[in-house]
């Protein structure tokens, strides 16, 4: 079953604590992208990466970061620098940047 | 700047009445348009991508249609199991952020039995 898989689907976290989100996908897609969605916006781009061991900063990256050591695998850290954390996070891939994105289940975040 | 505007916001429809949602965008490059369906608490699921005007695309209710300043997803005879918030972006064909897309707001559709 082909897909994209985010975990935990709701995570509650303390102020000040970094939180780390996973992303995995097994549709041999090249390209993965982290996005937000806050009730009233549209979905803002926080980070990307088009192919394994490369990454960009979207339109929100500030107090957020990622790695992509693996094809399938683009974990999203919340860092206690990010001063409004708690939303919707998306996870999506796409076989690379010319080709529709799809999207994870998502994780709500709360912090308190 | 790049921007996409979807109206309405919101849309309450009976069931069986067709009608269409809205996306206006404005980007000096289209290299495509997309549409998705969002259920509540869930990932958006895609729907259709149109790259140039006069491009349409249909699944069962739905049709998707593109001008080059708009997109329009029809809805013909709608169902309660319709109702969803539905997602437009677009991807502009240059610049930095090539590839990247731009979301709108949405427009939340409620079909009632």
């Known amino acids: 079953d082909g897909g994209i898989t985010q975990s935990p689907k709701y995570l509650f976290r303390k102020e000040g604590q970094n939180v780390t989100l996973s992303c995995e996908q097994n549709?041999?897609?090249?390209?993965m992208y982290w996005y937000r969605q806050d009730p009233g916006q549209g979905l803002r781009l926080i980070y990307y990466?088009?192919?394994?061991?490369?990454?960009q900063k979207g339109d929100i990256a500030e107090g957020y970061s990622v790695s992509r050591e693996k094809k399938e695998s683009f974990p999203l850290t919340v860092t206690s620098a990010q001063k409004n954390p708690t939303a919707f996070y998306l996870c999506?891939?796409?076989?690379?940047?010319?080709?529709?994105?799809?999207f994870g289940p998502g994780t709500r975040l709360t912090v308190t | 700047e790049d921007q996409v505007t979807q109206s309405p916001e919101a849309l309450r429809l009976q069931e069986g009445e067709s009608s269409s949602l809205n996306c206006s965008y404005t980007?000096?490059?289209?290299?495509?348009l997309f549409w998705y369906r969002q259920d509540p608490g869930k990932g958006p699921e895609f729907l259709f991508t149109?790259?140039?005007a006069g491009e349409e695309k249909e699944k069962e209710r739905l049709k998707a249609t593109l001008t080059k300043k708009e997109s329009f997803l029809h809805i013909t005879a709608p169902k309660p199991e319709d109702s969803a918030t539905y997602l437009c972006?677009?991807?502009?064909?240059?610049?930095?952020?090539?590839?990247?897309?731009?979301f709108g707001k949405g427009t939340k559709l409620s079909v009632k039995p």
């Open positions: 999506a891939s796409s076989r690379n940047k010319d080709y529709e994105q799809y």
């Open positions: 549709l041999n897609h090249d390209a």
């Open positions: 990466s088009q192919i394994v061991n490369d990454f």
């Open positions: 980007v000096s490059g289209l290299r495509g």
């Open positions: 149109l790259y140039s």
């Open positions: 972006a677009v991807q502009a064909d240059y610049g930095g952020s090539q590839g990247n897309l731009i």
